[in-house]
């Protein structure tokens, strides 16, 4: 649920026109338990769940930034708060975070970014202190994931009505508002095709010169015939116009060449069996338990050693058919497809790879991709919560981390021990490396 409560207060007083007439009580929720709003009053030395403020700042936020709010991912990992974000990260907070909007009235540190398949991820950080003179110190901190629909409605609810609010002024900040209101709520569809892809890649396209004409024919023409959910993740690579059309075209040749078979439910089945793990709030979390689950309830095993044979199990359970694709050139951004979950067994095209341990860690996250289903994925580097999830699921599958514990004999692991139990597992050091230090285990020495 996200969902924004408002009451209409006087608002007199207040020199700014716009901002006396949309003065109000506001209430940010995304369930009754959560409440972005909460804070402490230090007058009233008493906890309550909204804040007064104008909401025509918020309004203005919203309108300039509304692709941004509804389609722009995280480029990488973003900081717990946007006061401790770093140079490079400020123009993408300023574009996702309430502070941007406050004007000097409060706004909470919430943050809100476009995860996947239909969902954003808000991030709210409780105020640790007092800010300044400030009255109110937010008290709320938790992560949540919400609708697209419900966010965008809330949002559009808002700005609806600060404009009908402010119908009577015909100051310049008004005048913004609904001219930048109008090209947001476009209906033209091509128009706003290419405003929510522009918006991918943190460009506004209404802005003059953000869009050459290379780049609006590749986000436009260049992705005819690809799902939305494979637009999105192939936007969140990194590259120009050239590598958008290319990547586009090796996808489409992936689904033309990936063989369709079924075998008696063995995909089904398996799904069926990790998919409760996959709900774990932390993509590790569900990462781990869904390669633990797989191991014992599809693989029939508990630590032995599987990553040297993974393609040979997996053709016999008949969960993945991995394939490669041929005549593409080699892309370090989009490493694979995986099909479609219309059919009991799903397959997946690789991009070509000459090294073994690589072959074997993208087959096992195509697997966590398949079992994860629903819809076709790509298999890339970024952080959407499904990649990360598969890459946890493949290096656990691979190298299961108790069985690494049992083999360690201290507190530190140097470069020998590692080597040695990466080729126990089979596996690259790095991924062993991996495992140690997110499991906790010890100190991996020469780091």
Request: glycine share 6%; proline share 5%; aromatic share 6%.
């Amino acid at each position: 649920m996200f969902e924004l409560r408002w009451e209409w207060l006087d608002g007199h007083g207040t020199s700014v026109r716009s901002h006396a007439l949309t003065w109000a009580r506001l209430e940010l929720r995304v369930d009754e338990d959560r409440v972005a709003t909460r804070v402490y009053d230090r007058r009233t030395r008493s906890v309550r769940d909204g804040i007064y403020l104008p909401l025509m700042p918020l309004a203005e936020w919203v309108a300039y930034n509304w692709w941004f709010l509804i389609e722009e991912g995280a480029p990488e990992l973003p900081s717990v708060s946007a006061r401790a974000a770093i140079p490079a990260h400020r123009a993408w907070y300023a574009r996702h975070n309430l502070l941007a909007a406050r004007e000097g009235y409060p706004l909470p540190d919430l943050t809100c970014y476009r995860e996947e398949d239909e969902r954003l991820l808000l991030c709210c950080t409780a105020d640790e202190r007092f800010h300044g003179n400030a009255p109110v110190r937010f008290v709320e901190r938790f992560e949540a994931l919400v609708p697209c629909a419900e966010y965008r409605s809330a949002l559009a609810r808002l700005v609806t009505a600060v404009l009908e609010r402010i119908e009577a002024c015909d100051d310049h900040d008004a005048r913004e508002l609904r001219a930048r209101w109008a090209l947001a709520s476009s209906d033209d569809a091509r128009r706003r095709l290419l405003c929510a892809r522009a918006a991918m890649l943190g460009l506004d396209a209404a802005q003059p010169d953000a869009l050459d004409e290379a780049l609006t024919t590749s986000l436009t023409e260049g992705l005819e015939g690809l799902p939305a959910p494979i637009v999105r993740e192939l936007l969140a690579l990194p590259g120009g116009a050239l590598e958008i059309s290319a990547r586009a075209q090796s996808i489409l040749a992936a689904r033309v060449q990936t063989p369709r078979q079924s075998k008696d439910g063995a995909l089904r089945e398996a799904r069926g069996a990790v998919l409760p793990a996959a709900g774990l709030a932390e993509p590790h979390d569900a990462g781990w338990a869904m390669a633990r689950q797989f191991r014992r309830s599809v693989l029939g095993v508990e630590d032995e050693v599987v990553s040297a044979v993974l393609d040979h199990r997996l053709e016999a359970t008949g969960v993945l058919d991995p394939h490669d694709l041929r005549g593409a050139p080699t892309d370090r951004g989009l490493l694979g497809w995986v099909e479609a979950q219309a059919q009991d067994t799903a397959s997946c095209v690789l991009q070509r790879r000459t090294i073994p341990g690589a072959r074997r860690f993208l087959h096992a996250r195509a697997l966590a991709l398949a079992l994860l289903g629903g819809r076709e994925r790509l298999i890339t580097e970024s952080t959407h919560r499904s990649q990360r999830v598969a890459r946890h699921f493949a290096a656990e599958v691979l190298a299961p981390a108790e069985a690494i514990r049992r083999r360690l004999v201290g507190e530190f692991v140097d470069g020998d021990e590692l080597e040695a139990l990466a080729a126990h597992f089979n596996v690259h050091p790095t991924l062993v490396r991996h495992q140690i230090e997110n499991h906790h285990m010890a100190r991996v020495l020469g780091e």
